[in-house]
């Protein structure tokens, strides 16, 4: 490769693309190599390659260590980084709480579903039967915000879909951070019978019911929250 032969920021994407995949062929933790080791390798200039490790650091995919034994090491970005990223791309268009709301809800849906589908381990199926009995106690103080998160988190382990994961903390987050959200959408009396219901068909594997019990339970509360807001 030639440095003369492409525009600057060309080389700079060709070469974070290329270096990207090595990271990902890699364990993390490895050591990819130092500043000068790796332009040389790709026969680009310093400034190049610190613009690409600029890039790959924000990505969550290169760690810097400088000193004795340092240089470029791959890593693997943890679900922060990547929610942290999103949000402020968000928060950087002209993106509403009540877009992000919709989105949220119809992530919920296919959650529920997924996991009245998986096939449940033993534990977690006692741990989802200890939220439901945990729910028994709730009271009008508690804010089932928090436990609306622990719930997600809870179903989320039992389908283990990442992605999916990521763009549902992220939407709500987003959504839960505008000032008009603020006051809920639903009562805590209809957010605990809707979330009982939604176990019930989660433990009993039922996924038409799973995602019946998603849509009106939190999704129908929530478009029609909006629709009387606007």
């Given at each position: 490769m030639k440095e003369i032969e492409r525009q600057p920021r060309q080389l700079v994407q060709s070469?974070?693309?290329?270096?990207?995949h090595r990271i990902l062929d890699c364990e993390p933790g490895e050591r990819i190599g130092s500043l000068r080791e790796i332009?040389?390798?790709?026969?680009?200039?310093?400034?190049?390659?610190q613009q690409v490790a600029r890039i790959l650091e924000l990505e969550g995919l290169l760690e810097v260590r400088r000193g004795p034994g340092g240089g470029y090491f791959g890593r693997r970005?943890?679900?922060?980084?990547?929610?942290?990223?999103?949000?402020?791309?968000?928060?950087?268009?002209p993106a509403s709480w009540e877009?992000?709301?919709?989105?949220?809800s119809l992530l919920?849906?296919?959650?529920?579903?997924?996991?009245?589908?998986?096939?449940?381990s033993d534990a977690m199926r006692s741990k989802l039967e200890a939220f439901l009995a945990r729910l028994d106690l709730f009271t009008p103080d508690d804010q089932f915000g928090v436990l609306e998160e622990e719930f997600q988190?809870?179903?989320f382990k039992i389908v283990n879909r990442p992605l999916f994961e990521l763009l549902t903390r992220v939407t709500l987050h987003f959504s839960?951070?505008?000032?008009?959200a603020a006051g809920g959408f639903m009562s805590s009396e209809i957010w605990l019978e809707g979330r009982r219901r939604i176990i019930a068909a989660i433990l009993g594997g039922d996924v038409p019911l799973a995602r019946f019990e998603a849509q009106r339970s939190n999704r129908d509360i929530i478009l029609a929250s909006i629709a009387h807001r606007n």
């Open positions: 070469t974070a693309e290329v270096l990207r332009a040389e390798e790709f026969a680009v200039g310093i400034v190049t390659i970005p943890d679900i922060q980084t990547l929610e942290g990223l999103l949000s402020a791309y968000m928060r950087s268009q877009e992000a709301l919709d989105m949220t919920f849906i296919e959650l529920c579903a997924a996991a009245a589908e998986a096939d449940m988190t809870l179903l839960q951070s505008s000032p008009d």
